[in-house]
Nanobody, 120 residues
């Protein structure tokens, strides 16, 4: 079973930057899609960005142009570079690694989250 560990969260002023990391134990991410989600207390967990094994990426409109998701060359870590941060970006950010086969979720792993707080 994969174990995902997020890091890089913290407190930053509006307009600042943070880089989040998601590290996969064992053999790395393999063929899985890796995604970043975020969640505020009492709210649903929403997709922020994802990246495929081939490097194809997608972003939610709220972060497009400000956030960048990437993989390392060893396929063992995924990053979320967050620039021009806004107070509304404040949330717990979660890493997810999953694989879909024949329309079904074959694997699905989540990290425990890292807190990002953006002050005005």
């Amino acid at each position: 079973q994969a174990k995902l560990v997020e890091s890089g969260g913290g407190l930053v002023q509006a307009g600042g930057s943070l880089r989040l990391s998601c590290a996969a134990s064992g053999s790395g991410f393999g063929r899985n899609v890796v995604a970043w989600y975020r969640q505020r207390p009492g709210e649903q967990r929403d997709l922020v960005a994802d990246i495929t094994r081939s490097g194809r990426t997608e972003y939610t409109d709220a972060v497009k142009g400000r956030f960048t998701i990437s993989r390392d060359s060893a396929n063992a870590a995924v990053y979320l570079q967050m620039d021009s941060l806004k107070p509304e970006d404040t949330a717990v950010y979660y890493c997810r690694s999953y694989y879909i086969l024949r329309g079904s979720l074959e694997s699905n792993d989540w990290g425990q989250g890292t807190q990002v707080t953006v002050s005005s």
